[in-house]
């Protein structure tokens, strides 16, 4: 656009925007040693002591700020960690850094003195396969239980000996009471596993100065269900659909089978024909707009226990909704609706009906959103409580990884719909909500109007697939029975899930299944930002902060 | 005179002393369909025990108790359209300790299979447990998984399963219901847990795992065991 200001090129930047490897490699020196082709983009081969300073190249100077994900995973002759790079301001452009560790000594540099969002990440990949990073600040177990024996995800890995998992009951909770200094008066204080505000099954471990937190560890893992061991062992074709729809189970199914779809499509370069794409656009923000009011509903009833109204409200809309997407796709939660290159079936006969139920809803969904707003947002007591609290600066937004609702309620105007396009969206207009306040009343709004927005997209839908012509409704292109897409062909890919950005990794190995799936959840990323939004706060507000995350913890553990 | 008119004659007579006690003129919240129903006596007669099981089917305090999917399912009952308060189990408690039913809705894993015992048994008795989903049956679709619990009847016993992945609210609400009759008449669910108690870490067969394991555990602490081959 022409009124803007000019965009300052970075380095390895052309100015058709797009990436010059070579001048990218160029920067970064001897640290590259081997660049390898992976299909959403290049990839160099970086020494295993020289991460941190290659990090931080690629992001100073670069432009690079955006750590998507970290992908570990074993060879038969050696350990690999993928960190996934990309930019805030366009993420097509991409780059990946491998970094390979003997399997005799498996340790690299961690990542986390650059990218806050790497100890996490580093910390799994530590927890699942194995992977040790010197200089990491916090090196433990994430997901399974501190005496879990082996590393799951490792290829020898024998799942059939017995574990021990222990049973604290005997240990003193006051014990640990007093954590800080001697003269310090804390407290230190287990909220969850099984408490109402933590939205599943999250521990909190917490210390407290009086009511003020000090310092606050989530502790996950308690809905850890094995989902990429699952993957991993069902083939591209069928089996690995129903999935998607379980990790973020707050009805986004289609937003993640989605992720899934894309990048097995991309893998295996399937076509997907246009009306299919408009079918998966309208049913996927449909998707959206039931996990935003959900979201929404459970922030309400957080912040000032409303049950009755906008808890109820919101779950009456959500049955709405839910009615909408039964009839297209025969399940209320779990729709394994999407196939690869297509859809399962064609919208329900007969198709008129259909159309009006969801004009109906489109058209009375803008007053309902005007309620909500009255309710939630015009109301002084919610005000008072979410305004200024859990804040979240957008420079620490990019550097925990935060993506959705939550990072463009601190301002950024980051949405992979738009940035990086696929589906129909690019063709529809709409537009994408950010927020400058940073708080939680912030992230509320951005996903109410959101809400609106989806709206939108789903009434474009509705009048094109009103209009398209009967002779060209092709549902599915023509896909191989079985899939196997070409040996050691490695692919990143991610859509805007309802939380953020969900991204997968596949790696083939040649066969019908996949040799590595890996999952990028959004909600595990923006969970690691808490501690910026509670520390130092009230615990009631730590709690709306918690809330304004929107965190589902099965997305979280996976 | 024949037993039938014996006991008209009876009651007859506990008509008129009533009356007689309340003077002319009844008040009409006496003429109950109640009062219709049980004939001229105010009073039922029954067990205690019976009366208990009664009370206790249409007045059911569930605990808030949300794990997988199946809670965002399990909400829906408790929303608008489902609404499970029209039968007497629509009031969530957040604390086990004022809880009498416990709906387990979602996958188990081994990291909180140990939590799940430790809620358990803060329930005052009696208890129920409604497991709700395949995964609180078998594992459901993540069966396979290494860190999935084959069930929650690993864990503690359970008197309704309600299947599906998920099932649907209307499915809960029957399930509800079964538990509610089998409540009221006094029936108890079939034990069929396997371990049930957790064993002590000191009682543990010696193998090189808990040999492994026996520097960092106490002996007194309770821990689970997970023997994946014996599935």
């Known amino acids: ?558 | 005179m024949s037993e039938n008119t014996e006991l008209h004659d009876t009651l007859e007579q506990a008509q008129s002393t009533q009356e007689a006690r309340m003077g002319s003129g009844v008040d009409d919240r006496f003429n109950s369909k109640l009062r219709k129903a049980f004939g001229a006596s105010p009073f039922v007669l029954t067990k205690f025990d019976q009366f208990m099981n009664w009370v206790r089917g249409n007045s059911m305090f569930v605990l808030l108790f949300g794990i997988a999917c199946c809670s965002i399912e399990m909400m829906h009952h408790y929303g608008t359209k489902h609404d499970v308060d029209r039968f007497g189990a629509g009031v969530p408690r957040a604390s086990p300790r004022q809880a009498d039913v416990i709906i387990v809705p979602g996958t188990i894993v081994s990291k909180f299979g140990p939590r799940m015992k430790r809620v358990y048994d803060q329930m005052p008795e009696p208890k129920f447990v409604v497991s709700m989903g395949s995964c609180t049956i078998s594992g459901g679709p993540f069966q396979e998984g290494y860190n999935v619990i084959k069930g929650v009847e690993e864990i503690i016993p359970v008197d309704i399963h309600v299947p599906g992945c998920p099932p649907r609210p209307e499915a809960l609400v029957y399930g509800i219901l079964k538990l509610q009759e089998q409540i009221r008449a006094g029936e108890s669910a079939p034990v069929t847990v396997k371990p049930y108690e957790l064993q002590q870490f000191g009682e543990l067969e010696g193998d090189a795992l808990v040999q492994k394991l026996a520097d960092e555990i106490d002996e007194d602490d309770l821990v689970m065991r997970y023997d994946w081959a014996q599935v």
């Open chain 1, 1 to 558: 656009m022409s009124l803007e200001q000019p965009h300052q090129l970075d380095v390895g930047e052309t100015p058709e925007g797009e990436l010059d490897y070579d001048a990218l490699a160029d920067l970064l020196g001897e640290s590259v040693i081997d660049r390898e082709e992976h299909i959403n983009c290049e990839a160099f081969v970086i020494r295993p002591d020289d991460v941190a300073r290659a990090l931080s190249t690629l992001r100073e100077e670069a432009g690079f700020d955006h750590l998507s994900c970290v992908t570990a995973q074993e060879y038969r002759d050696r350990y690999e960690s993928i960190y996934h790079l990309k930019k805030y301001d366009d993420p097509t452009q991409e780059l990946s850094l491998v970094v390979p560790t003997t399997r005799e000594n498996p340790a690299s540099q961690s990542g986390a003195s650059v990218f806050d969002t790497a100890n996490w990440h580093e910390r799994e990949a530590y927890d699942l396969v194995g992977i040790e990073y010197d200089d990491h600040p916090d090196l433990r177990r994430i997901l399974l239980p501190e005496t879990w024996q082996g590393y799951p995800l490792s290829l020898d890995y024998n799942q059939d000996k017995p574990q021990i998992v222990p049973l604290r009951e005997h240990v003193n909770p006051m014990e640990t009471r007093n954590k800080g200094a001697d003269d310090s008066d804390t407290m230190f204080l287990n909220i969850g596993p099984h408490h109402p505000a933590t939205h599943g099954v999250l521990h909190l471990r917490t210390v407290l100065d009086g009511e003020q937190v000090v310092d606050v560890d989530p502790d996950i893992g308690y809905l850890h269900r094995c989902e990429e061991q699952m993957c991993q062992q069902s083939t591209y074709r069928h089996q690995i659909m129903p999935y998607p729809d379980r990790w973020d189970y707050i009805s986004a199914g289609i937003l993640n089978e989605w992720a899934y779809a894309r990048a097995a499509e991309d893998l295996a370069d399937l076509d997907v024909p246009e009306y299919a794409q408009v079918i998966r656009t309208m049913s996927a923000e449909m998707c959206r707009i039931a996990a935003h009011l959900l979201a929404v509903g459970t922030f309400a009833l957080d912040i000032y226990g409303d049950f009755t109204a906008i808890f109820m409200y919101a779950i009456t809309d959500r049955e709405r909704i839910e009615n909408l997407l039964e009839d297209l796709t025969g399940q209320r939660l779990m729709f394994n609706y999407l196939r690869l290159g297509g859809v399962a079936w064609d919208l329900p006969e007969p198709r008129d009906r259909y159309f009006e139920k969801v004009r109906e809803f489109t058209d009375q969904f803008p007053d309902r959103l005007e309620e909500y707003h009255n309710l939630l947002t015009n109301n002084e007591l919610f005000q008072m409580r979410v305004i200024d609290t859990g804040i979240l600066p957008p420079e620490e937004a990019k550097r925990y990884g935060c993506t959705g609702p939550v990072l463009r309620g601190s301002g950024v105007d980051y949405d992979l719909r738009r940035d990086d396009p696929y589906g129909y969206y690019d063709e529809l207009e709409w537009d994408v909500i950010t927020d400058d306040g940073c708080d939680n009343f912030a992230r509320a709004r951005v996903r109410l109007e959101e809400m609106r927005q989806s709206i939108r997209i789903i009434e474009q839908c509705v009048d094109l697939l009103e209009e398209w012509p009967e002779d060209d409704r092709q549902i599915q292109s023509n896909v191989p029975r079985t899939l196997k897409p070409d040996s050691d062909t490695e692919i990143y890919r991610a859509v805007e899930g309802a939380k953020g950005e969900l991204g997968i990794y596949i790696r083939s190995d040649g066969t019908d299944k996949p040799a590595r799936f890996k999952i990028r959840s959004p909600a595990f990323c923006n969970l690691q930002s808490l501690e910026v939004m509670a520390e130092g706060e009230y615990v009631p507000d730590m709690v709306a902060a918690l809330g304004s995350l929107d965190i589902v913890l099965g997305e979280v553990d996976r």
